[in-house]
């Protein structure tokens, strides 16, 4: 959507904020839950075609503690929050937000999209998302809350598309494999030209700075231990064993666990071992060389 793309740091900051509100505030209402939750919220700009797509992935825990701290609620079986309740509640948020930024003067609009920056312009374009329906998918874990974890870290540091489905370079265009979810989650391959799929993988360049991993309510970062200590408490949960740094597995080790790739291994003759012969600060550089002859 290129409206987003052209303010991609406002636009993606307003997409976390409305989200956090819209789930906080269902959630402390009496008639869904009557609690306060913790969340983390994931950024991700891309679908399989690579093309803008811009969302949030949340994994939120099943619960939260009451609103007067003193027991835990849990979850009604079978769903968290009632995805139509939230989809109408986040398009409201979101819509207030964007129209705020666009009397403050914050969104910018270049080119074709130039028109945009006209009041009535921006409202007519607003006018028919006000009464589309949004999407709000919210689904249980399939197998448990260490699986939706290791399914969320897979991709939380990556790029818009790993080398493994990159088909072939050639004729001045690029092919790579992609899940066409409309039909099935059918596997085909797409070919476009160089220049084109430059374009769409910069699309998925961040704004300097921006933190694309971001945490709510007892998960947020200022208050995190004391409130997940209660949460123990109220669930009766024992307190975890501090872990013992030295048993910790080294970053190569959990880079090779998520990716498959070693960063050991030579990447010129995928025999030799890679190992650390001198660490430099970035700062200072290495020592200059000294002619003593």
Request: glycine content about 8%.
């Amino acid at each position: 959507m290129p409206r987003l793309y052209q303010n991609k740091a406002l636009a993606y900051g307003l997409l976390f904020r409305a989200t956090a509100e819209t789930l906080r505030t269902i959630a402390a209402d009496p008639r869904h839950l009557g609690a306060e939750i913790g969340f983390f919220a994931v950024l991700h700009t891309w679908g399989q075609n690579l093309l803008h797509h811009p969302h949030l992935h949340c994994v939120v825990p099943g619960g939260g503690f009451s609103l007067d701290r003193t027991r835990w609620i849990a979850c009604k079986p079978g769903f968290f929050l009632p995805v139509r309740v939230l989809s109408r509640l986040f398009r409201r948020l979101f819509l207030q937000h964007l129209e705020k930024a666009f009397d403050a003067g914050q969104l910018k609009f270049f080119s074709d999209l130039q028109a945009l920056s006209e009041r009535n312009a921006f409202q007519r374009y607003l006018a028919p998302l006000r009464k589309a329906e949004w999407v709000i998918y919210a689904k249980p874990p399939f197998a448990g809350p260490e699986q939706v974890l290791d399914y969320v870290g897979r991709y939380t540091h990556r790029v818009a598309i790993s080398n493994n489905r990159l088909v072939a370079i050639e004729d001045g265009k690029v092919a790579f494999r992609w899940k066409d979810y409309r039909h099935g989650s059918r596997q085909k391959v797409m070919a476009v030209a160089a220049d084109e799929f430059i374009r769409r993988f910069l699309l998925h360049v961040l704004p300097e700075g921006f933190h694309r991993i971001r945490y709510y309510g007892f998960l947020g970062n200022r208050y995190r231990a004391q409130k997940l200590a209660h949460c123990r408490d109220l669930l009766g949960m024992p307190v975890p064993e501090p872990s013992d740094s030295r048993s910790a597995k080294d970053y190569r080790d959990r880079y090779e666990d998520l990716t498959g790739h070693s960063l050991r291994q030579c990447p010129a003759c995928r025999q030799g071992q890679m190992i650390i012969i001198e660490t430099f600060d970035g700062v200072t550089g290495r020592p200059q060389y000294q002619d003593t002859s």
